[in-house]
Protein backbone atom coordinates (compact mmCIF):
# COMPACT_ATOMS: atom_id res chain seq x y z
CA UNK A 1 0.00 0.00 0.00
CA UNK A 2 0.87 3.20 -0.57
CA UNK A 3 1.81 5.52 2.64
CA UNK A 4 2.28 9.13 0.75
CA UNK A 5 -0.91 11.17 1.14
CA UNK A 6 -1.23 13.90 -2.05
CA UNK A 7 -0.52 17.63 -0.89
CA UNK A 8 -1.17 20.88 -2.09
CA UNK A 9 0.81 23.95 -2.31
CA UNK A 10 1.55 27.11 -4.47
CA UNK A 11 4.37 28.60 -5.75
CA UNK A 12 4.93 32.63 -6.95
CA UNK A 13 7.37 32.34 -10.35
CA UNK A 14 7.36 35.68 -12.41
CA UNK A 15 4.37 37.09 -11.07
CA UNK A 16 1.93 34.14 -11.90
CA UNK A 17 0.40 31.47 -9.41
CA UNK A 18 0.49 27.54 -10.18
CA UNK A 19 -1.28 25.27 -8.28
CA UNK A 20 0.64 21.62 -7.79
CA UNK A 21 -0.54 19.30 -5.96
CA UNK A 22 1.22 15.64 -5.21
CA UNK A 23 4.26 14.88 -3.64
CA UNK A 24 8.30 13.53 -4.87
CA UNK A 25 8.37 10.28 -2.68
CA UNK A 26 6.20 7.56 -2.62
CA UNK A 27 6.47 3.99 -0.88
CA UNK A 28 4.83 0.88 -2.20
CA UNK A 29 5.91 -2.98 -0.75
CA UNK A 30 9.10 -1.50 0.82
CA UNK A 31 10.18 -0.14 -2.79
CA UNK A 32 10.53 3.50 -3.16
CA UNK A 33 9.99 5.63 -6.80
CA UNK A 34 9.31 8.86 -7.75
CA UNK A 35 6.19 10.19 -8.19
CA UNK A 36 5.05 13.25 -10.50
CA UNK A 37 4.25 16.96 -9.43
CA UNK A 38 0.93 17.36 -11.53
CA UNK A 39 0.25 21.56 -12.66
CA UNK A 40 -3.31 21.64 -12.52
CA UNK A 41 -3.50 25.43 -13.21
CA UNK A 42 -1.53 27.79 -15.02
CA UNK A 43 -2.84 31.77 -15.02
CA UNK A 44 -2.51 33.62 -18.60
CA UNK A 45 0.42 35.58 -18.12
CA UNK A 46 2.17 38.07 -20.71
CA UNK A 47 5.63 36.61 -19.88
CA UNK A 48 4.53 33.09 -21.72
CA UNK A 49 7.91 31.55 -23.60
CA UNK A 50 8.10 32.72 -26.46
CA UNK A 51 8.15 30.16 -29.95
CA UNK A 52 11.65 30.72 -30.35
CA UNK A 53 12.81 30.92 -26.44
CA UNK A 54 10.78 27.15 -26.49
CA UNK A 55 12.92 25.61 -29.39
CA UNK A 56 16.17 27.16 -27.84
CA UNK A 57 14.83 25.05 -24.53
CA UNK A 58 14.00 21.82 -25.68
CA UNK A 59 17.02 21.55 -28.07
CA UNK A 60 19.57 22.65 -25.89
CA UNK A 61 18.15 19.81 -23.08
CA UNK A 62 17.41 16.86 -25.98
CA UNK A 63 20.48 18.07 -28.53
CA UNK A 64 17.92 18.30 -30.60
CA UNK A 65 17.58 20.36 -34.01
CA UNK A 66 13.85 21.15 -34.34
CA UNK A 67 13.41 23.78 -36.18
CA UNK A 68 9.42 24.57 -35.82
CA UNK A 69 6.98 23.64 -33.00
CA UNK A 70 4.55 21.67 -35.08
CA UNK A 71 7.49 19.04 -34.85
CA UNK A 72 6.78 18.51 -31.28
CA UNK A 73 3.33 16.69 -32.95
CA UNK A 74 5.98 13.42 -33.26
CA UNK A 75 5.77 12.90 -29.34
CA UNK A 76 9.80 11.94 -29.38
CA UNK A 77 10.73 14.77 -27.75
CA UNK A 78 7.72 14.75 -25.10
CA UNK A 79 9.14 10.52 -24.31
CA UNK A 80 12.50 11.74 -23.63
CA UNK A 81 11.74 14.69 -21.37
CA UNK A 82 9.95 11.80 -19.06
CA UNK A 83 13.11 9.14 -19.15
CA UNK A 84 14.60 12.41 -17.86
CA UNK A 85 12.28 13.21 -15.14
CA UNK A 86 11.61 9.82 -14.50
CA UNK A 87 14.08 7.41 -15.78
CA UNK A 88 13.06 4.01 -16.64
CA UNK A 89 9.40 4.89 -16.77
CA UNK A 90 9.79 5.26 -21.55
CA UNK A 91 11.23 2.55 -23.11
CA UNK A 92 13.43 4.90 -25.35
CA UNK A 93 13.96 2.02 -27.68
CA UNK A 94 10.40 1.94 -28.35
CA UNK A 95 10.32 5.84 -29.32
CA UNK A 96 10.32 7.45 -33.03
CA UNK A 97 12.49 10.04 -33.93
CA UNK A 98 12.90 10.10 -37.39
CA UNK A 99 9.64 9.39 -38.87
CA UNK A 100 7.27 11.62 -40.22
CA UNK A 101 4.24 9.07 -40.31
CA UNK A 102 0.91 9.82 -38.37
CA UNK A 103 0.76 5.82 -36.40
CA UNK A 104 4.10 6.03 -35.18
CA UNK A 105 3.59 9.97 -34.01
CA UNK A 106 0.62 8.14 -32.14
CA UNK A 107 2.79 5.17 -30.68
CA UNK A 108 4.95 7.58 -28.91
CA UNK A 109 1.53 9.33 -27.46
CA UNK A 110 0.76 6.47 -25.94
CA UNK A 111 3.92 5.68 -24.11
CA UNK A 112 3.55 9.04 -23.04
CA UNK A 113 0.38 8.63 -21.50
CA UNK A 114 1.67 4.77 -20.01
CA UNK A 115 4.43 7.01 -18.44
CA UNK A 116 1.89 9.40 -17.12
CA UNK A 117 -0.19 6.87 -15.70
CA UNK A 118 2.40 5.46 -13.94
CA UNK A 119 4.11 8.52 -11.90
CA UNK A 120 0.35 9.60 -11.57
CA UNK A 121 0.64 13.08 -13.76
CA UNK A 122 -3.01 13.83 -14.27
CA UNK A 123 -2.94 16.03 -17.63
CA UNK A 124 -4.61 14.27 -20.83
CA UNK A 125 -2.86 14.20 -23.63
CA UNK A 126 -4.98 15.78 -27.38
CA UNK A 127 -3.60 13.03 -29.08
CA UNK A 128 -5.89 13.94 -31.90
CA UNK A 129 -5.33 17.61 -32.17
CA UNK A 130 -1.10 16.94 -31.66
CA UNK A 131 -0.83 14.55 -34.04
CA UNK A 132 -2.24 16.66 -36.62
CA UNK A 133 0.95 19.47 -36.73
CA UNK A 134 -1.22 22.14 -36.08
CA UNK A 135 0.59 25.23 -34.71
CA UNK A 136 -2.00 26.04 -32.05
CA UNK A 137 -2.35 22.86 -30.48
CA UNK A 138 1.07 21.69 -30.06
CA UNK A 139 2.19 25.52 -28.94
CA UNK A 140 -0.67 25.15 -26.17
CA UNK A 141 0.33 21.80 -24.85
CA UNK A 142 4.41 22.48 -24.76
CA UNK A 143 3.52 25.56 -22.74
CA UNK A 144 2.09 23.33 -19.98
CA UNK A 145 4.29 20.96 -20.38
CA UNK A 146 7.54 23.61 -19.75
CA UNK A 147 5.74 24.56 -16.28
CA UNK A 148 5.43 20.78 -15.53
CA UNK A 149 9.03 19.91 -16.41
CA UNK A 150 10.10 23.04 -13.98
CA UNK A 151 8.29 21.69 -11.18
CA UNK A 152 9.75 18.18 -11.44
CA UNK A 153 13.26 18.33 -12.63
CA UNK A 154 16.00 17.97 -10.09
CA UNK A 155 18.74 19.32 -12.23
CA UNK A 156 20.24 16.38 -12.79
CA UNK A 157 22.52 15.80 -15.84
CA UNK A 158 21.56 14.23 -18.48
CA UNK A 159 23.47 12.46 -22.12
CA UNK A 160 20.08 12.80 -24.73
CA UNK A 161 21.68 11.61 -27.45
CA UNK A 162 23.17 8.49 -25.69
CA UNK A 163 19.85 7.85 -24.24
CA UNK A 164 18.15 7.72 -27.55
CA UNK A 165 20.70 5.31 -29.04
CA UNK A 166 22.02 8.16 -31.72
CA UNK A 167 18.40 8.74 -33.61
CA UNK A 168 18.33 11.76 -35.28
CA UNK A 169 17.17 14.92 -33.04
CA UNK A 170 14.76 15.87 -36.00
CA UNK A 171 11.48 13.75 -38.33
CA UNK A 172 13.09 12.90 -41.50
CA UNK A 173 12.56 14.92 -44.54
CA UNK A 174 9.56 14.46 -46.65
CA UNK A 175 9.52 13.08 -50.02
CA UNK A 176 9.06 15.75 -52.67
CA UNK A 177 5.76 15.56 -54.01
CA UNK A 178 5.82 13.82 -57.80
CA UNK A 179 4.99 16.53 -60.38
CA UNK A 180 2.11 16.19 -62.69
CA UNK A 181 3.10 15.98 -66.57
CA UNK A 182 0.11 14.92 -67.94
CA UNK A 183 -1.36 18.21 -68.34
CA UNK A 184 1.52 19.45 -70.69
CA UNK A 185 1.79 16.15 -72.35
CA UNK A 186 -2.39 16.59 -73.61
CA UNK A 187 -1.58 20.28 -75.04
CA UNK A 188 0.56 18.72 -78.19
CA UNK A 189 -2.09 16.34 -78.92
CA UNK A 190 -4.92 18.71 -79.02
CA UNK A 191 -2.92 20.80 -81.30
CA UNK A 192 -1.68 17.88 -83.46
CA UNK A 193 -5.46 17.05 -83.95
CA UNK A 194 -6.89 20.16 -84.36
CA UNK A 195 -4.20 21.00 -87.84
CA UNK A 196 -5.60 18.49 -90.19
CA UNK A 197 -9.25 19.75 -89.81
CA UNK A 198 -8.07 23.16 -91.06
CA UNK A 199 -5.44 22.07 -93.66
CA UNK A 200 -9.29 19.79 -94.71
CA UNK A 201 -10.82 22.92 -96.79
CA UNK A 202 -7.25 23.68 -99.02
CA UNK A 203 -6.34 20.49 -99.85
CA UNK A 204 -9.81 19.88 -101.25
CA UNK A 205 -9.41 22.84 -103.29
CA UNK A 206 -6.09 21.82 -104.78
CA UNK A 207 -7.61 18.89 -105.82
CA UNK A 208 -10.28 20.90 -107.19
CA UNK A 209 -7.36 22.74 -109.13
CA UNK A 210 -5.93 20.11 -110.88
CA UNK A 211 -9.04 18.53 -112.18
CA UNK A 212 -10.04 21.56 -113.33
CA UNK A 213 -6.41 21.74 -115.37
CA UNK A 214 -6.71 18.69 -116.69
CA UNK A 215 -10.38 19.17 -118.09
CA UNK A 216 -8.87 22.42 -119.59
CA UNK A 217 -5.68 20.81 -121.23
CA UNK A 218 -7.86 17.57 -122.40
CA UNK A 219 -10.22 20.65 -124.30
CA UNK A 220 -7.51 22.40 -125.71
CA UNK A 221 -5.71 18.89 -127.15
CA UNK A 222 -8.96 18.77 -129.26
CA UNK A 223 -9.04 21.60 -130.61
CA UNK A 224 -5.50 21.79 -131.50
CA UNK A 225 -6.17 17.78 -133.06
CA UNK A 226 -8.95 19.65 -134.87
CA UNK A 227 -6.83 22.65 -136.29
CA UNK A 228 -4.16 19.68 -137.47
CA UNK A 229 -6.66 17.85 -139.49
CA UNK A 230 -8.26 20.95 -141.14
CA UNK A 231 -4.81 22.24 -141.85
CA UNK A 232 -4.04 18.49 -143.69
CA UNK A 233 -7.20 18.99 -145.27
CA UNK A 234 -6.37 22.10 -146.66
CA UNK A 235 -2.43 21.22 -147.56
CA UNK A 236 -4.08 17.69 -149.18
CA UNK A 237 -6.81 19.96 -151.33
CA UNK A 238 -4.57 22.40 -152.55
CA UNK A 239 -2.48 20.59 -155.53
CA UNK A 240 -6.16 19.43 -156.78
CA UNK A 241 -7.47 22.78 -156.72
CA UNK A 242 -4.36 24.42 -158.82
CA UNK A 243 -4.47 21.52 -160.96
CA UNK A 244 -7.89 22.38 -161.99
CA UNK A 245 -7.36 25.84 -162.64
CA UNK A 246 -4.62 25.20 -165.00
CA UNK A 247 -6.98 22.85 -167.18
CA UNK A 248 -9.99 25.17 -167.24
Not at 42 to 67: C, F, K, P
Amino acid sequence: LCVWSPSFYAAERNDERVLFSGCKVGQSLGRTYSMAVNVFHTAVSSDNISRHDMLTWINSTLQLNYTKIEQMSSGAAYCQFMDLLFPGFVPMKRVKFSTRLEHEYLGNFKLLQTAFKKVGVDKPIPLDRLVKGRFQDNFEFVQWFKRFFDANYDGKEYDALAARGGQAGAPAAAAPAARRAAPAARKPAVAAASRPVARAAPAASSSARVVVGVAKSAANTSQMDEIREQVCQTAMLSPILLASRKIS
